[in-house]
T-cell receptor, first 109, second 117 residues
Framework: ETAVFQTPNYHVTQVGNEVSFNCKQT?????MYWYKQDSKKLLKIMFS???????VNETVPRRFSPQSSDKAHLNLRIKSVEPEDSAVYLC????????FGPGTRLTVL | AQKVTQTQTSISVMEKTTVTMDCVYE???????LFWYKQTASGEIVFLIR??????ENATVGHYSLNFQKPKSSIGLIITATQIEDSAVYFC??????????????FGIGTRVLVRP
């Protein structure tokens, strides 16, 4: 049963454009996350957002910014995408173990 | 810093047999959580099983079980009576118990399992 929803499923864009991905969870969790999965399947945390506190992974470029209106939503905006941003972006939420959304595949041409 | 290492990149087994996957971890914390996730061909990531570091008994859920060897910092996953649909990439992950890291998971690189008929 899907409880973490992401839109869009896929997005293709040109270098320099701005993109925005949405994530919503219906599990009532306080904590949400964004992960990046590269072409080698490596999963890396980008951000976590816990009770309105944003915890940033310092290795994430500043063109990435998370946005949250409430604890059920955590969106991701990328200003001026680069080719290396091509990846699958996975949203997750947790109370204890993490539950993942289906991912958004970004292709930057 | 935490680190999770999965040395087996891929494993191929016959259906209905048992497959064992290795995972070793590094942490400075005395208490932590360990998880195994499965990523299917569609990309869906599914939580399978967890082990809390303070529990001595190996966790078991359905046909998944863990081989937790704390002195060796090892948390192996065992899948018995494998089925074709167990073909997937399996990720080992760790979470520490401090809030400073935001409850983030540190993942291994994954082990691809192919179950052959």
């Amino acid at each position: 049963e899907t409880a973490v929803f992401q839109t869009p499923n896929y997005h293709v864009t040109q270098v320099g454009n701005e993109v925005s991905f949405n994530c919503k969870q219906t599990l009532g969790h306080d904590t949400m996350y964004w992960y990046k999965q590269d072409s080698k399947k490596l999963l890396k945390i980008m951000f976590s957002y816990n009770n309105k506190q944003l915890i940033v992974n310092e290795t994430v470029p500043r063109r990435f910014s998370p946005q949250s209106s409430d604890k059920a939503h955590l969106n991701l905006r990328i200003k001026s995408v680069e080719p290396e941003d091509s990846a699958v972006y996975l949203c997750a939420s947790s109370y204890d173990q993490q539950y993942f959304g289906p991912g958004t595949r970004l292709t930057v041409l | 810093a935490q680190k999770v290492t999965q040395t087996q990149t891929s494993i191929s087994v016959m259906e209905k047999t048992t497959v064992t996957m290795d995972c070793v971890y590094e942490t400075q914390d005395s208490s932590y959580f360990l998880f195994w996730y499965k990523q299917t061909a569609s990309g869906e990531i599914v939580f399978l099983i967890r082990q809390d570091s303070y529990k001595k008994e190996n966790a078991t859920v359905g046909h998944y079980s863990l081989n937790f060897q704390k002195p060796k910092s090892s948390i192996g996953l065992i899948i018995t009576a494998t089925q074709i649909e167990d073909s997937a990439v399996y990720f080992c992950a760790m979470r520490d118990m401090t809030n400073s890291a935001g409850n983030k998971l540190t993942f291994g690189i994954g082990t691809r399992v192919l179950v052959r008929p």
